[in-house]
């Protein structure tokens, strides 16, 4: 079992090959030597967000988020744009994370993988959810990667070597903020 500070990677999309996918997989490929990386694979099956049932024991799929989260020494997300904001069911995921502390103090960084100009109300939307759950946004690891589907290669992963260049930055920014972070003991 690896010791390596985990980075936890969020899609916000359920499409099967989606490009947000497609770029988290990718960052996977590209991860410091440092850290280890886990694809979240569970938003699919999280309940509907009800406050009644935000206390113990959580939902099975709710505590297995919370429990990654709590593992994880980072996290990084890519989020479609959805009627100019998050996706339902990625805000879901999120809204689960508002009663918990598990992402308090947590280095997050995300990826707007979407065409120029397109991408800033989900953006908006993730920034203010996250100031609620008190997570450390780690603004220089905050990048937008303009894409479309014509750079993602037949095995699923990024082809353009400008892209892939940016997303082994911005995982190397968030590697050093979650370091930092944990010798400052959060």
């Known amino acids: 079992m690896s010791t390596l500070p985990v980075i936890l990677l969020l899609s916000g999309s359920l499409r099967s090959g989606s490009t947000n996918e497609s770029v988290l997989r990718t ?3 590209l991860a410091p030597g440092r850290v ?5 694979d569970g938003l699919a099956t999280l309940p509907h967000f009800n406050p009644d049932d935000d206390q113990d024991p959580l939902p ?6 919370r429990q990654a989260i709590e593992q994880a020494a ?3 997300i890519c989020t479609p744009e959805y009627a100019g904001t998050l996706p339902g069911s990625f805000k879901n995921l999120l809204d689960w994370t ?3 502390t598990e992402i ?3 280095p997050v960084a995300w990826v707007n993988a979407a065409a120029q100009g397109r991408g800033h109300g989900a953006e908006a939307t993730l920034r203010a959810v996250l100031g609620y759950t008190g997570a450390d946004i780690v603004e220089a690891a905050c990048v937008h990667l303009p894409m479309d589907r014509g750079t993602v290669g037949e095995d ?3 082809t353009d070597p400008g892209v892939r260049r940016q997303l082994g930055d911005v ?3 968030l590697a050093a903020s979650s370091e930092r972070s944990a010798a400052a003991g959060r």
């Open 98 to 100: 508002v009663g918990g």
């Open 36 to 40: 280890r990386t886990v694809l979240y």
């Open 104 to 106: 308090c103090d947590k």
């Open 171 to 173: 995982l190397g920014l």
């Open 156 to 158: 699923g992963l990024l």
């Open 27 to 29: 960052a996977r490929t």
């Open 74 to 76: 980072g996290i990084l």
């Open 60 to 65: 099975t799929p709710v505590a297995g988020l």
